[in-house]
């Protein structure tokens, strides 16, 4: 079975641009989570959808947003880049009946804001 | 809300021996669950071990083993027989409900070097 994949795995950007980021989730799994991962704030929860809608939202400004389409896959979006956007992009997938809820991640994309 | 904390911020261990990694969590839920995920420096997170809170035994796969002690809301990760391939980040992370799913409260990380 293929694991979480995540494009791009490396991006730079400039102050103010935007970004799209895309998460393709386990085949089968439902609900996909993204984190952002920095060396000051470590891994934070950003946000969470299940059948194409978000269910749960981090402490993110509302220049952070996503989307999930009918084959489970993810997009998030930062609009307005700051350079403090900075981090590694972590997608997640889980099956959402299945206890322990474990959730499989993706291999990253790291964004660099310039 | 839930609290990981993991104190060791670096580790060195020999080859072939075992180590512990430290991890207490701090929360009010009586059911929850606890995560050990290794990041290597690719970045990926590699999920380790899982132990339930009513989870009456220890959690075992293969070379990790979780030492669980509930009343002192510890969950530490023994890695016997390190291996050179062992070295990398090591995240404690806690499930926390939501009001609809879960996510996952991590904590700082310890970095885990394996000497040969």
């Known amino acids: 079975k293929a694991g979480v994949t995540q494009t791009p795995r490396y991006l730079i950007k400039t102050r103010g641009q935007q970004v799209t980021l895309s998460c393709s989730p386990i085949s089968g799994h439902r609900s996909v989570s993204w984190y952002q991962q920095t060396p000051g704030q470590g891994l934070q929860f950003l946000f969470e959808?299940?059948?194409?809608?978000?269910?749960n939202k981090g402490n993110f400004p509302g220049r952070f947003s996503g989307r999930q389409f009918s084959n489970s896959r993810s997009e998030m979006n930062v609009s307005t880049l700051e350079l403090g956007d900075s981090a590694l992009y972590l997608c997640?997938?889980?099956?959402?009946?299945?206890?322990?809820?474990?959730?499989?991640f993706g291999p990253g994309t790291r964004l660099t804001v310039t | 809300a839930q609290k990981i904390t993991q104190t060791q911020p670096g580790m060195f261990v020999q080859e072939k021996e075992a180590v512990t990694l430290d991890c207490t969590y701090d929360t009010s839920d009586q059911s929850y669950g606890l995560f050990w995920y290794k990041q290597p420096s690719s970045g990926e997170m590699i999920f380790l071990i899982y132990q339930g809170s009513y989870d009456e035994q220890n959690a075992t796969e293969g070379r990790y083993s979780l030492n669980f002690q509930k009343a002192r809301k510890s969950a530490n990760l023994v890695i016997s027989a390190s291996q050179l391939g062992d070295s990398a980040m090591y995240f404690c992370?806690?499930?926390?409900?939501?009001?609809?799913?879960?996510?996952?409260?991590f904590g700082a990380g310890t970095i885990l070097r394996v000497k040969s």
């Open positions: 959808y299940f059948s194409e809608t978000q269910r």
């Open positions: 997640a997938s889980s099956l959402v009946a299945a206890i322990p809820y474990e959730q499989y």
């Open positions: 992370a806690m499930r926390e409900a939501m009001e609809y799913g879960n996510k996952l409260v």
